[in-house]
């Protein structure tokens, strides 16, 4: 019974719990405070898109302020904005810019055509400067430190402006077959005249 706990638990995500003890100390813990405690936060940690279960603190501050990163390519400072990113442990999407749709659509995000651009949350810091860019994640309470667990990648880059999916050719096509019209009612002979069904 305990280990079908466990797996159901392990499915929808960890529980936290957190609480202020009596000298002010607020703690996070995967375990229920003491029975002393009379205020306690639960909150279920959610999984990554992998299933991979992110420390508490980064999936708040991810769930709060998601990182979305606009590239081209080639492009040096690019490389250096992803690379921060990876080496500091922050999950974030990557937007790659190659077409006048991507463009427009990099416009619409930073009000700019220069990339890279980094949004965090409401926050928008176009060009790379690592000092900047490490500023805006610590505002958004991103963890210092690299904090992502082992098995977790990002998603894999996707262009700005995804194409359309596309349309089906003619000939696969069904023409749709004219509807063949219902038999007529068998009116049986003892009807009276003027009966209607």
Same mark, same amino acid.
């Given at each position: 019974?305990?280990?079908?706990?466990?797996?159901?638990?392990?499915?929808?995500?960890? @529980?936290?719990?957190?609480?202020?003890?009596? &000298?002010?100390?607020?703690?996070?813990?995967?375990?229920?405070?003491?029975?002393?405690?009379? #205020? =306690?936060?639960? &909150?279920?940690?959610?999984?990554?898109?992998?299933?991979?279960?992110?420390?508490?603190?980064?999936?708040?501050?991810?769930?709060?302020?998601?990182?979305?990163?606009?590239?081209?390519? $080639?492009?040096? $400072?690019?490389? @250096?904005?992803?690379?921060?990113?990876?080496?500091?442990?922050?999950?974030?999407?990557? &937007?790659?810019?190659?077409?006048?749709?991507? @463009?427009? #659509?990099?416009?619409?995000?930073?009000?700019?055509?220069? =990339? $890279?651009?980094?949004?965090?949350?409401?926050?928008?810091?176009?060009?790379?400067?690592?000092?900047?860019?490490?500023?805006?994640?610590?505002?958004?309470?991103?963890?210092?430190?690299?904090?992502?667990?082992?098995?977790?990648?990002?998603?894999?880059?996707?262009?700005?402006?995804?194409?359309?999916?596309?349309?089906?050719?003619?000939?696969?096509?069904?023409?749709?077959?004219?509807?063949?019209?219902?038999?007529?009612? @068998?009116?049986? $002979?003892?009807?009276?005249?003027?009966?209607?069904?």
């Amino acid at each position: 019974m305990g280990l079908v706990l466990l797996l159901c638990t392990a499915g929808a995500g960890a @529980q936290m719990f957190k609480w202020t003890d009596a &000298k002010g100390v607020v703690h996070f813990s995967d375990q229920p405070p003491p029975g002393n405690v009379a #205020k =306690v936060e639960r &909150k279920t940690t959610p999984r990554s898109a992998q299933g991979v279960l992110l420390p508490y603190a980064l999936a708040e501050a991810a769930r709060k302020s998601p990182v979305v990163l606009y590239t081209g390519s $080639p492009c040096l $400072p690019c490389d @250096q904005g992803r690379a921060l990113l990876q080496q500091r442990g922050i999950p974030f999407t990557e &937007k790659t810019v190659s077409s006048n749709d991507d @463009q427009q #659509k990099l416009n619409e995000a930073g009000g700019s055509t220069q =990339v $890279p651009l980094l949004l965090v949350g409401g926050a928008r810091r176009v060009g790379f400067e690592a000092s900047g860019w490490n500023a805006a994640l610590t505002a958004a309470a991103y963890p210092s430190r690299g904090r992502l667990p082992s098995g977790y990648n990002n998603p894999p880059a996707e262009p700005a402006a995804p194409a359309p999916p596309p349309r089906p050719l003619a000939r696969d096509v069904v023409p749709e077959l004219p509807r063949e019209a219902p038999p007529p009612r @068998q009116v049986p $002979p003892d009807t009276p005249p003027g009966f209607k069904f």
